[in-house]
């Protein structure tokens, strides 16, 4: 198995010069965990933090502990199966505790499968206990948890005890386009609002089945076009 990556520091860590930092298997053994803590955490252009396997081995989880993350133009954060891979155990997962997430990119934050097993979790929550999660899109960015093949896609969780408030030219979504199973998008807290045109959606344009939304809340404020 591929040793574990722990980056820590007390205010801010910075991803610059289309630096990657990556945790991957391509044999039998499982990759590493990739884990970041931090007051803040700033993906600049072209930036990557991700874990993927394209053997046999599971590809490793990504966890991340920031009050604010800001995911620059092309940049991701993202847990992968290829297609090359005959891993049966699944994807890896992805678990963010944050206040605020900024997603300004045409890229973002992902789980996907391309092979036989299915695709990891995608799990958004306050940073350090809070009551309030912020996400924030523009320029196309999404949070996606897909299948491109026989494995079925990850679920995408989203929690927070009291606001979770997301916004902006983006999108939240769980898709198939083959024979795999899109997953689901939960959304739990006591008030929600969506607006300027952000978009959940679940959806197949293969033989799969479509996910599912699920939304748990008190009070929904849909506003602007969402």
Known sequence: NAGNITITAPKKIELTNNSQLKADTQGSGKAGTI?????????DEKTSLTTR??????????????????????????????????????????????????????????????????????????YKEGSQLDINFSNNGFISASTKSKGDGGKISIIAPENINIAGQGEIRVTTNNTGN??????????????????????TTGDGNAGEIKIDTKTFDLTTGT
């Open 182 to 203: 899109a997953g689901t998008i939960e959304i739990e807290t006591q008030n929600l609002t969506t607006s300027d045109k952000v978009s959940i959606t679940a959806s």
């Open 35 to 43: 884990t970041v803590k931090s007051q803040t955490l700033n993906l």
């Open 53 to 126: 396997t394209s053997g046999a081995g599971a590809p490793g989880n990504i966890k991340i502990e920031a009050e604010t993350i800001d995911i620059g133009k092309d940049a991701k954060i993202s847990a992968t199966i290829t297609k090359d891979s005959t891993n049966t155990e699944g994807g890896g997962s992805i678990e963010i505790d944050t206040n605020t997430l900024n997603i300004s990119g045409t890229l973002g934050i992902f789980a996907e499968t391309e092979g036989l097993a299915d695709a990891g979790d995608l799990i958004l929550s306050p």
